[in-house]
């Protein structure tokens, strides 16, 4: 059975970084504990699939609320992936809950082949998309994950005068992705470390009186889905050009 975290739990990055150490929840993103923990007493999953294991922390606390987690990683260091998530998925007694993928591939095209080709046949009631921050991975492993219905993704950070004081990097192309979907999605979180969460009509977590009085608590984007789509097509198009320009270059560059 799948079960709320209890009172003593309260603090899991606290605990981890007191036991293993400060690079435990390095990249990690535990520092939004207390936003993670009231939407996850809200949605109630019980079979979720994280893309982004890091060192495992973000996938610990989930397995206190879910009865399953399932974590996929590209790993450039296999062995440091095992050591970290070893030691962080035994010291927070979660280890039995939580099933490690490491996707195959020298590249990121065989990386997503592998991470598909095990998605396919899964189901899950709830997705946290942590992996790459370029736009067209999120894109992909929000279309290997759509069907699950519920998706957060950890970073919703578009430009804007009113992200001018803020210094974490800003992703425009994830934001306007985020903001062409339908249903809108909901934002999570302060400002420079928003997130967004996109749930189907049809999730059965609508139905739960404590998902509705906490989606009335968030916010929404303020751009339409029709101006995300167009800006999300120029931002394709300008990185598109760019590449074309870097691979000139390159070429020109080697004679
Ligand atoms: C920000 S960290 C994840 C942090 C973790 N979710 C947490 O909060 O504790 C991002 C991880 O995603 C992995 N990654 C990068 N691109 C990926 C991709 N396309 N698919 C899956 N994992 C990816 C990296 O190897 C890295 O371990």
Not at 90 to 112: D, H, M, Q, V
Request: proline share 4%; net charge positive; with cysteine.
């Amino acid at each position: 059975m799948s079960h709320s975290a209890s009172a003593s739990s309260a603090s899991l990055g606290r605990r981890l970084r007191a036991s293993l150490g400060p690079e435990v929840t390095e990249g990690s993103s535990v520092d939004q504990e207390s936003e993670f923990r009231a939407l996850l007493e809200a949605i109630h999953p019980q079979r979720m699939i994280e893309i982004g294991t890091r060192h495992g922390v973000s996938a610990a606390l989930f397995a206190e609320y879910a009865d399953e987690v399932t974590t996929i990683d590209i790993a450039l260091s296999p062995d440091s992936y095992r050591e970290w998530t070893g030691k962080v998925w035994a010291a927070s007694g979660t280890a039995a809950k939580i099933r490690p993928f490491l996707a195959a591939g020298t590249n990121g095209k065989e990386c997503n082949a592998s991470k598909a080709a095990f998605l396919r046949d899964r189901e899950f009631d709830f997705a946290f998309i942590d992996g790459s921050h370029i736009t067209r991975e999120v894109i992909f492993d929000f279309q290997c994950l759509r069907r699950c219905g519920c998706i957060l993704f950890h970073d919703y950070k578009p430009e804007g005068r009113s992200f001018a004081t803020c210094t974490n990097e800003r992703y425009p192309g994830i934001a306007a992705f985020i903001d062409s979907l339908s249903p809108r999605a909901y934002l999570i979180g302060k400002h420079c470390s928003m997130m967004a969460l996109w749930i189907a009509e049809d999730h059965p977590c609508r139905n739960r009186p404590e998902t509705q009085a906490f989606l009335e608590t968030l916010a929404r984007p303020s751009r339409s889905p029709m101006a995300a789509r167009a800006d999300l097509f120029r931002l394709q198009l300008t990185g598109a050009w760019r590449r074309i320009g870097r691979t000139i270059g390159k070429r020109f560059g080697r004679k």
